[in-house]
C-alpha cells in the first residue's frame, strides 16, 4: 500500500496503480475521457491534468503511478484553468447539436463541459465539418464530428474483443474513427464500443431517436442468449414520462439493452446478441390459454391441466433451460415425484451465430441449463417410454418428435404453426419476473421484474402447485 | 349521498339559520347585477357576455398565449428537430413527440413523426416556448378550441399545430446545402 495525499485527503492506493484510479476510488471526481477501466492506458484527452507537488507542469493523472508521499491538486486554479483550455480544445469543431444527440444526457462531453468548461469559445475560424450519421456497421452509426479521438472504441477492438477492426486515419482535424477498408464491422461485441464511446459519435441504430435517455430507467436483469448469464439492464419508460396519446404500449417496451456491469460473470461486456434481447423478447407472443387451439379462460385452462395431469398413467415433464431456479425449485416441489422429468436445450445456436469463444459467448444457448442440471441432471427425452402425457416448459417448434403423448405446453412465444397443443398455458418472459439463472461457472445472478406480465398469462412458479392439486 | 368533502363548510348557528345568509347572498348577487346594469346604462362595458364559441372575446391582450403553432422551415418542412426540450421542460407533462430519422437530409436527420400537445392538461405558462432551441414552437393570441365530451381527444396532433396558422418566419435558418463539407471516402 502507498500512501498520497490528493486534495488533501490522504488516500491509499496500491503498488502500480494510476493517480486517477487512486482518486476514483476513493470518490474524488476527476475528469477522463480516453481513461477506461478495462482498456490501457491512452493518455490522449488531457482532460485529467492534475498538478503535481514539485513539478514543474501539470501531469495527466490516468498516465501517472502512484508514489508514496505525492502530493496531488485537483482543483486548484491552475488544474481548473488547464482543464478549462483542455475542454475548449476538445470541443474546437464539435458541432454541438445534442439537441439531436441520443448521447445527451448521459454524454461526458457534455457534462464536462457545463463542469469545467469555458463557455465563450474564442476560435474564431467556421468549425470543421465532417461526415455525419456514417454507418459504420448496418448496428452503429458514427458521426465524425463529435468523436474526439479518445481511441476508446479503436483500443476495444484491439485489446478486448480483438477483432482489430476499428482505427483512427488522417491527421490533424482530418482524423477520424474508420473501419477495416473494404470489410464490414462484423465484431460479435461491436455495440460494446457504442457504451463506452464518451460522446454521441457512436450511436445504436436501432436506439436511434427512439427515446431521450432521461425519459427512461435501467433495469437489472440478465440475457437469455448463453450459459454465460451476462448481467445486462433493461431500460424501460419511467413512470412520471409514461406517455398517452403515443400509445400505452410504448410504457411496456424495452427501448435499449446495455452491458450490466457485474465484474464477477462479464466484466464490462456483453455480446451483440444481449444488446438484441429486447428483440428477442419482442417476438409474438402467446397471450390467453388454448385448449386444444380454443382460446379459454384461465380457470378453464387450470382445471383442464388437473384433470389432464390426475388421469395421466405415465407423464413426463420436458424441463426448461430458461426457468429460474425458483421456478424449478417449485415445479420440483409440487410435480417432481409425480412425473418422469427429461431435460433438454430450448435454443440450439442459429445459423451463422457465433458458437463459443474466449470473452463470452457460450455454445449453450440456455440461461440456465446448469441450474436445470444441478436439481434433475441431464435426461433426453425418451419417445419409447411410453408417455401418455407430456408437460413442455419453455419453447419448442415441433411436438412431433414427442409421439402420440398428450401435450400441455407452457410457452411465453406462440407455439409452433399449424400444430396445437392439448393445453397451452402462456407464461411469463424473463422480463416480466424475477428470480434466479446459474450460469454455467455455476455463479448465480439475479433479474428483477421489468415490466407487468399480460393479464392472462401466468408465472410459471405459480401454476404448478394448482395444477397438482 | 353522504360523501365527505375536504372542504366541507363548517356550519354555525348563524348559516344554519339559513334565510340570514341567504339574503346576504341576495345582496351580492343583487348588487353586481345592479352595477353591471348601471354600466350598461351609462354606455360603458362590463355586463356583457361573449356567446362561446359563436363570439369569440376581442380584448385579449396582445400578449396573450392561449395558442401553440409549429412553425415551417423555407421549404414547409417542420422546423422543430425533436429534441424534446419542450417535452422534458413542460411541467404538465403534455407534450409527447415522437422522432424520425432521416439519414440522407443533414440538415434535418431528427424530426418528429408524431407530436402531440394535449390541451386538457396545458396549463399554458409557456415554458415550451422558452426552452425550444429553434423557435420550433410559438405560443399566439387565440385560444385552443378543443371542446370534447372526451379529455383523450382534446391533443392537438403535428398537423394542426403546423398547419392552422402557417408560420414560416423562425428565427434560425438552415441552409439547403452542407458546407465546407469533407465528403467520406465511403459515403460518397
Ligand atoms: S468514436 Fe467515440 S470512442 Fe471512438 S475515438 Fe471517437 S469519441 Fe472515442
Ligand atoms: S455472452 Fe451470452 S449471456 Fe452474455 S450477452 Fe452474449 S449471449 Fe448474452
Ligand atoms: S404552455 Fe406550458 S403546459 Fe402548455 S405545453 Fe407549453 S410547457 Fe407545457
Ligand atoms: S418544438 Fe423546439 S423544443 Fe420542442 S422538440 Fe421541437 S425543436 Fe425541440
Ligand atoms: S483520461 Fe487521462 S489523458 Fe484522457
Same mark, same amino acid.
Given at each position: 500500500m502507498i500512501e498520497l495525499t490528493i486534495d488533501n485527503m490522504t488516500v491509499? #492506493?496500491? %503498488?502500480?496503480?494510476?493517480?486517477?484510479?487512486?482518486?476514483?476510488?476513493?470518490?474524488?471526481?476527476?475528469?477522463? *475521457?480516453?481513461?477506461?477501466?478495462?482498456?490501457?492506458?491512452?493518455?490522449?484527452? @488531457?482532460?485529467?491534468?492534475? !498538478?503535481?507537488?514539485?513539478?514543474?507542469? =501539470?501531469?495527466?493523472?490516468c498516465n501517472l503511478e502512484a508514489t508514496p508521499g505525492m502530493r496531488i491538486e485537483t482543483v486548484s486554479e491552475e488544474v481548473l484553468a488547464a482543464r478549462a483550455a483542455v475542454m475548449q480544445f476538445i470541443i474546437l469543431n464539435h458541432p454541438g447539436d445534442c439537441g439531436i444527440c441520443d448521447k445527451a444526457g448521459e454524454c461526458r462531453v457534455q457534462d464536462y463541459h457545463v463542469r469545467y468548461g469555458e463557455i465563450d469559445p474564442v476560435s474564431i475560424e467556421p468549425k470543421h465539418r465532417k461526415p455525419k450519421l456514417y454507418d459504420l456497421s448496418p448496428r452503429i452509426s458514427l458521426d465524425n464530428e463529435r468523436c474526439i479521438l479518445c481511441s476508446r472504441c479503436v483500443r476495444f477492438t484491439r485489446e478486448v474483443s480483438g477483432s482489430h477492426m476499428l482505427g483512427i486515419v488522417e491527421r490533424g482535424c482530418h482524423s477520424r474513427v474508420a473501419r477495416l477498408e473494404g470489410k464490414v464491422f462484423d465484431d460479435p461485441y461491436s455495440d460494446n464500443i457504442i457504451s463506452i464511446c464518451p460522446t454521441g459519435a457512436l450511436l445504436s441504430r436501432d436506439f436511434l431517436y427512439k427515446s431521450r435517455v432521461w425519459y427512461l430507467e435501467p433495469v437489472r436483469s440478465v440475457c437469455t442468449g448463453c450459459a454465460r448469464c451476462c448481467s445486462v439492464n433493461v431500460w424501460r419508460r419511467r413512470k412520471r414520462w409514461h406517455v398517452r396519446s403515443l400509445g400505452a404500449e410504448k410504457n411496456a417496451a424495452a427501448y435499449r439493452i446495455?452491458?450490466?456491469?457485474?465484474?464477477?460473470?462479464?466484466?464490462?461486456?456483453?455480446?451483440?446478441?444481449? *444488446?438484441?434481447? /429486447? !428483440?428477442?423478447?419482442?417476438?409474438? @407472443?402467446?397471450?390467453?390459454?388454448?385448449?386444444?387451439? @380454443?382460446?379459454?379462460?384461465v380457470e378453464e385452462a387450470l382445471q383442464e391441466g388437473m384433470k389432464m395431469l390426475s388421469e395421466a398413467v405415465n407423464p413426463a415433464a420436458l424441463i426448461s433451460a430458461h426457468a429460474s431456479n425458483e421456478e424449478l425449485e417449485a415445479f420440483r416441489i409440487a410435480l417432481g415425484s409425480r412425473m418422469r422429468v427429461?431435460?433438454? %436445450?430450448?435454443?440450439?445456436?442459429?445459423?451463422?451465430?457465433?458458437? %463459443?469463444?474466449? =470473452? =463470452?459467448?457460450?455454445?449453450?444457448?440456455?440461461?440456465?441449463?446448469?441450474?436445470? @442440471? %444441478?436439481? *434433475?441432471?441431464?435426461?433426453?427425452?425418451? #419417445?419409447?417410454?411410453? /408417455?401418455?402425457?407430456?408437460?413442455?416448459?419453455?419453447?419448442l417448434d415441433d411436438y412431433a418428435p414427442l409421439g402420440k403423448a398428450r401435450i400441455l405446453h407452457l410457452t411465453s412465444f406462440v407455439p409452433p404453426q399449424g400444430q396445437s397443443a392439448d393445453l397451452l398455458i402462456p407464461i411469463s418472459t424473463v422480463f416480466e419476473r424475477s428470480g434466479t439463472f446459474t450460469n454455467f461457472e455455476g455463479k448465480a445472478n439475479r433479474f428483477d421484474q421489468v415490466f407487468d406480465k399480460p393479464k392472462l398469462v401466468q408465472h410459471a412458479g405459480e401454476l404448478f402447485g394448482g395444477l397438482a392439486a | 349521498m353522504n360523501k365527505d368533502y375536504w372542504n366541507k363548510p363548517a356550519m354555525g348557528l348563524w348559516e344554519r339559520l339559513y334565510i340570514f345568509e341567504v339574503i346576504r347572498g341576495l345582496c351580492i348577487t343583487g348588487s353586481v347585477f345592479f352595477g353591471n346594469m348601471w354600466k350598461w346604462l351609462t354606455l360603458r362595458k362590463g355586463a356583457l357576455t361573449a356567446y362561446y364559441p359563436e363570439e369569440v372575446r376581442s380584448d385579449y391582450s396582445p400578449n396573450n398565449r392561449g395558442r401553440h403553432v409549429l412553425t415551417q422551415r423555407e421549404n414547409g418542412e417542420v422546423q422543430c428537430v425533436s429534441c424534446n426540450m419542450c417535452a422534458t421542460v413542460c411541467p404538465a407533462y403534455c407534450i409527447e413527440i415522437l422522432s424520425t430519422a432521416n439519414f440522407d437530409d443533414v440538415f434535418h436527420p431528427k424530426a418528429p413523426e408524431r407530436f402531440e400537445i394535449d390541451y386538457s392538461r396545458c396549463i399554458f405558462c409557456g415554458f415550451c416556448v422558452e426552452?425550444?432551441?429553434?423557435?420550433?414552437?410559438?405560443?399566439?393570441?387565440?385560444?385552443?378550441?378543443?371542446?370534447?365530451?372526451?379529455?383523450? $381527444?382534446?391533443?392537438?396532433?403535428?398537423?394542426?399545430?403546423?398547419?392552422?396558422?402557417? $408560420?414560416?418566419?423562425?428565427?434560425?435558418?438552415?441552409? $439547403?446545402?452542407?458546407?465546407?463539407?469533407?465528403?467520406?471516402?465511403?459515403a460518397a
Open positions: 491509499q #492506493a496500491h %503498488e502500480g496503480e494510476t493517480v486517477l484510479q487512486a482518486a476514483l476510488k476513493h470518490g474524488i471526481e476527476i475528469p477522463h *475521457f480516453c481513461y477506461h477501466p478495462c482498456l490501457s492506458i491512452a493518455g490522449n484527452c @488531457r482532460v485529467c491534468l492534475v !498538478k503535481v507537488d514539485g513539478r514543474p507542469k =501539470l501531469m495527466p493523472s446495455t452491458p450490466g456491469e457485474n465484474p464477477e460473470i462479464n466484466g464490462h461486456w456483453i455480446c451483440n446478441k444481449g *444488446f438484441d434481447l /429486447h !428483440k428477442a423478447m419482442g417476438r409474438p @407472443r402467446a397471450l390467453a390459454p388454448l385448449i386444444a387451439g @380454443r382460446s379459454a379462460s427429461y431435460t433438454r %436445450e430450448d435454443h440450439s445456436p442459429q445459423p451463422g451465430e457465433v458458437l %463459443e469463444d474466449d =470473452l =463470452l459467448i457460450r455454445a449453450d444457448k440456455n440461461p440456465n441449463s446448469r441450474g436445470v @442440471r %444441478e436439481l *434433475f441432471g441431464d435426461r433426453p427425452y425418451d #419417445a419409447t417410454a411410453g /408417455h401418455d402425457l407430456v408437460l413442455v416448459w419453455g419453447d | 426552452a425550444c432551441p429553434e423557435d420550433a414552437i410559438r405560443m399566439i393570441k387565440d385560444i385552443p378550441d378543443f371542446p370534447a365530451f372526451d379529455r383523450d $381527444t382534446m391533443c392537438a396532433p403535428l398537423d394542426l399545430l403546423l398547419n392552422w396558422r402557417p $408560420t414560416r418566419d423562425p428565427a434560425k435558418v438552415y441552409p $439547403t446545402q452542407p458546407q465546407n463539407g469533407e465528403v467520406h471516402p465511403w
